[in-house]
């Protein structure tokens, strides 16, 4: 905290910004909005500061096809971020779910369409490191059949596509070099509806065509992602002060099987 404190009163005076307000919504950040810019403080010694470290990398990387938020300058090796503020940064989450999947798609295709993913940015190997713990043999067979890498988002889902303007753009994201069947969170994050009961797996599998392509991709591939990434967070996840959590994936996990 005090870390934070600190970088963030140099960063307000070395930018120049004036009366930085936080923003809500956010929470492995401070995030403060000063007029047009928004300053990101990004926490050190995190658990997932490797994949934190991939924001600034993805967000250049992207800059041409303006599909994500613009970067303006960074400090503290890329953990201090200044962006350029969205306006009016409607979240997606507002949309109806079927219109978020299309349009999270689009963006997902805009966002991959950058080519090859900068060198320095963190492996898809970091990002599943967490998930080995559950021994699940599906996620070495995705690793090991990988079509070639891009830039994946890896935590895109409704609460991080924002309007600018006419369009939306993508924020906040981990930034992993990886298979881009693995940009799949508009699937499984927790404003995802409820599977209905009578046929959730035939639910799911509509979700994931309309998803997969409306982006482009493999709708098998985001299917194994879906059914690996729930599957691990679930195990994960099973102490989640959200209930509803762990228990929703484990719903996603079986509508997969």
């Known amino acids: 905290m005090d870390d934070v404190r600190s970088r963030l009163i140099e960063a307000v005076e070395a930018w120049d910004l004036a009366s930085p307000e936080p923003l809500s919504g956010g929470v492995g950040a401070l995030t403060c909005a000063a007029e047009d810019a928004v300053l990101k403080v990004v926490p050190r010694h995190h658990p997932e500061e490797r994949l934190m470290r991939g924001e600034a990398v993805a967000l250049s990387h992207w800059h041409e096809h303006a599909a994500a938020v613009e970067l303006l300058d960074t400090r503290d090796d890329g953990m201090t971020l200044l962006l350029r503020r969205l306006r009016p940064a409607t979240v997606l989450d507002d949309l109806p779910y079927d219109e978020q999947l299309a349009v999270a798609g689009k963006l997902v295709a805009r966002l991959h369409a950058a080519g090859n993913p ?38 895109l889902h409704g609460g991080n596509v924002l309007r600018d303007g006419d369009r939306w753009l993508a924020i906040d994201p981990k930034g992993v070099a ?32 309309i998803y997969a392509h409306a982006a482009g991709l493999d709708p098998q591939r985001v299917a194994a992602w879906v059914r690996v990434v729930a599957r691990a967070e679930a195990v994960l996840t099973a102490d989640s002060a959200f209930e509803s959590w762990p228990e929703r994936l484990r719903q996603i996990t079986a509508a997969l099987s």
């Open 118 to 155: 900068p060198p320095d940015l963190p492996t898809i190997e970091a990002y599943v490191e967490p998930y080995r713990r559950v021994g699940d043999p599906e996620l070495d067979a995705l690793l090991a059949s990988s079509p070639p890498p891009v830039a994946v988002h890896a935590d």
């Open 178 to 209: 990886g298979d881009p069947n693995l940009d799949m969170w508009i699937l499984t994050c927790a404003q995802v509806p409820p599977l209905p009961a009578d046929d959730p797996s035939g639910e799911m599998r509509r979700r994931i065509d």
